[in-house]
């Protein structure tokens, strides 16, 4: 069982890697900061509909990978939980914070904190911060998640 | 080729995200859970994106994109109300669901119907956030 911890963190270290060239893609070919939630926002609000098809080819990428990968990689369960309330108020405020902030992991976290960005450097220690003392107030204390 | 290289990097974006293992929410909330079990594949993960998009941020001046148009120029580094709140209520969906907008995009084809509700929900924010910007701003300007 030991020898299964670092094998996660090596491919955490591929994956990531993979991801940070997707992101070097984007910047570097089109121009643009890949952030999942502006990329999905600006579809939603209309801000971004002039750039729309670039924006749903991207998701179209992101939603498709994985499918073609399941069966030569195997099928990841994502345990998402089974209490609607909860996966429903999580969601509104992922929605609601990432664009009010103006990103989320992968706007302010991967290409905020590369460039040496002092938004995406605050704004990812508020989210870790948040999200730390939500798992503890919700996890340990009040025993929901 | 915009279209091309778009579906390349969201290709990328994705894999990354399914090989290393985001897109299961108790590896995300493993790492916040710094009390329980604590988890530091996320880490991993940041610290292996953050490499290679630091390389293409080296390589924007003097350049321009391959396929047209400019760089993004850097954002203001302003720190407002807007970033801190924004980051905060973020944070507390994340850690509430160990969702984020690309992981749930990624994980919508194997995620179930929870996953598919969190994609909704956060639609569904994402449309109201612009009015609850507003009305922020107009009760008090920040930023």
Redesign the interface.
């Known amino acids: 069982m030991l020898s299964s911890i670092p094998t996660d963190w090596i491919w955490g270290l591929i994956g990531g890697m993979l991801i940070g060239l997707g992101g070097a893609v984007y910047l570097l070919a089109n121009g643009r900061i890949m952030g999942a939630s502006g990329i999905i926002g600006g579809l939603v609000d209309r801000s971004g509909w002039s750039t729309g098809a670039e924006r749903l080819v991207f998701l179209a990428g992101v939603f498709a990978l994985p499918i073609l990968l399941t069966p030569l990689v195997g099928a990841v369960d994502t345990h998402v939980t089974d209490n609607w309330p909860v996966i429903i108020a999580a969601g509104l405020l992922v929605g609601i914070g990432t664009r009010l902030a103006n990103g989320c992991t992968s706007g302010h976290g991967v290409c905020g904190i590369s460039r040496l960005s002092l938004r995406g450097m605050v704004a990812t220690v508020f989210y870790i911060m948040a999200g730390g003392l939500t798992v503890i107030v919700f996890r340990h204390i009040l025993g929901v998640i | 080729?915009?279209?091309i290289?778009?579906?390349?990097?969201?290709?990328?974006?994705?894999?990354?995200?399914?090989?290393?293992?985001?897109?299961?929410?108790?590896?995300v909330?493993g790492w916040?859970?710094?009390?329980?079990n604590w988890?530091?594949?996320?880490?991993?993960?940041?610290?292996?994106?953050?490499?290679?998009?630091?390389?293409?941020?080296l390589?924007?001046p003097g350049?321009?994109?391959?396929?047209?148009?400019?760089?993004?120029t850097?954002?203001e580094?302003?720190?407002g109300r807007?970033?801190?709140?924004?980051?905060?209520?973020?944070?507390?969906?994340?850690?509430?669901?160990?969702?984020?907008?690309?992981p749930?995009?990624?994980?919508?084809?194997?995620?179930?119907v929870?996953?598919v509700?969190?994609?909704?929900?956060?639609?569904?924010?994402?449309?109201?956030?612009?009015r609850?910007?507003q009305t922020?701003d107009s009760a008090v300007p920040a930023e």
């Open positions: 080729m915009r279209l290289y778009a579906f390349i990097a969201g290709g990328l974006f994705g894999t990354g995200l399914y090989l290393s293992g985001m897109t299961d929410t108790t590896k909330q916040l859970d710094i009390f329980g988890d530091p594949t996320l880490a991993f993960v940041m610290g292996g994106a953050i490499l290679p998009m630091a390389v293409a941020w390589l924007v350049r321009k994109p391959l396929a047209g148009g400019t760089f993004p850097p954002p580094p302003k720190l807007n970033l801190v709140l924004g980051s905060v209520l973020f944070g507390a969906g994340w850690g509430l669901a160990g969702l984020c907008p690309g749930a995009i990624a994980s919508l084809s194997y995620g179930g929870g996953g509700i969190f994609v909704l929900a956060m639609i569904a924010g994402m449309a109201v956030a612009p609850v910007r922020l």
